[in-house]
Structure formats: C-alpha cells, structure tokens
C-alpha cells in the first residue's frame, strides 16, 4: 500500500459545483497533514493544514479521519480559478525527520 | 520575504552528461528538500537536509545523485550521469522547522534529457 493514496480524477465539474477529494495514509503515527495546490508548470504552495479533526477556510473545508485514516478535502460553489492539482501531503509520523509524503495529487476542472 | 530561489529554471541535456542544479531556501529556514516530480506525479523526495546534515536521503539514487549544503544554507544537486528517465521538475523546498510544518517551494528546474 501506497503512503499516500490520491484519486488521480480528473474532476471535472461546473461552475458553483461542490466537490470533494478523498486521500487516504498508511501510517497512524502521522500527526498533521497540508493539502497543496499546484498549478499547471507551477510550484506546489500550501492550501490548508490540517491539526485537528478538520479546517475551514471560506470555501474549502479539510476534514481528518484518524480512525479510517483518510483526509478529505471540500470545496464548495467551485470557480474557474480552482481549476489546479490538489496534493494532499502527510508527514512520516513515526520518524523525527519531518519528511513530507505527498500524494498523486488529485486533478480539478472546472468548466463554465 | 524573499521565497525560495533555484537556478536554471529549464536544460537540455544529453543522456550520459551531467547537470548541476542551485537551491538558496528563505533565510532562516533550517530544513531543505529536493523533490523529484515526473508528469503526472506527485513530487517524490530525495534528499533532506537539516542545517548542513543529511536527514534523509533514502530515495536518492546515489550511483548518480548527489546533494550537499556544505554551510546550512544553499545546496546543489547534481546528476552525473543523466539517465533518459531523469526527464522531470526537480523542486527545492524549504521549512523553519524540520517537524510537522509546511514546505515553501521554489518554481523548480525543468530537466529534458535527450
């Protein structure tokens, strides 16, 4: 099994839609986990992090299921500009090295 | 804040040369990574540095690969020799902390072997 596991899609809804991505992770000892957005031929930046059972930033909603070990990610009432790659990122829990696992990514797009 | 800054930002090879890529992460930052993404593909790390030392090179193909961060701040990657399969971004990132805190990436370095 993977350490991370992503839906690689592509997602492909309209406009005002909602959606919403689901990455699971093998390791339990893991403590916080990072959605990132990356742009076509672009860097990856931070979209939300995730510490508890789950985040809110406006339109995006990150919900963390240690039991089942699955992270989601919701984004409501879609616009063009969500249109990207979503990586969902989980830290090796049981190291003290802090490396970054990420995932597949899962792809968007969003059609007017 | 300056962000992370790598050089050259594209190059063109032929299989069997070598390649050299720079990284300067945001100052301050201890902890630096090189990721490898192949299209499609999530970014795969390679090598971690905290300060100067090496945390974690485990995916590092070492017969070819080679990084240091000789003074804890900037860091060189190289590839020598180039293999057809290397084709991909090579991203730096870096983190203040080397712990359950995000990464700031650099815009990469787009590798064509040819």
């Known amino acids: 099994r993977k350490e991370v596991e992503q839906d690689p899609g592509p997602f492909n809804v309209p406009e005002g839609a909602t959606v919403a991505f689901n990455c699971t992770y093998s390791?339990?000892?893991?403590?916080?986990f990072f959605w990132y957005r990356q742009d076509c031929r672009k860097e990856p930046k931070l979209l939300m992090s995730?510490?508890?059972s789950g985040n809110e930033d406006g339109r995006f909603t990150a919900q963390l299921n240690r039991a089942s070990q699955y992270i989601s990610l919701l984004i409501r009432d879609s616009k063009l500009s969500d249109s990207a790659t979503y990586l969902c990122v989980v830290p090796h829990g049981s190291s003290n090295t802090g490396k970054l696992i990420f995932g597949q990514g899962t792809t968007l797009q969003v059609k007017p | 804040e300056a962000g992370v800054a790598q050089s050259p930002r594209y190059k063109i090879i032929e299989k069997r040369q070598s390649v050299a890529f720079w990284c300067n992460p945001i100052s301050g930052h201890a902890t630096l990574y090189w990721y490898q993404q192949i299209l499609g593909q999530g970014p795969k790390l390679l090598i971690q540095f905290q300060n100067n030392g090496v945390v974690d090179d485990s995916q590092l193909p070492k017969d070819r690969f080679s990084a240091e961060r000789l003074k804890g701040v900037d860091s060189t990657l190289k590839i020598q020799p180039a293999k057809l399969e290397d084709s991909a971004v090579y991203l730096c990132a870096s983190s203040p902390y080397y712990k359950n805190t995000e990464a700031f990436f650099g815009q990469g370095t787009r590798l064509t072997v040819v």
């Open positions: 390791n339990s000892a893991s403590q916080s």
């Open positions: 995730v510490y508890s």
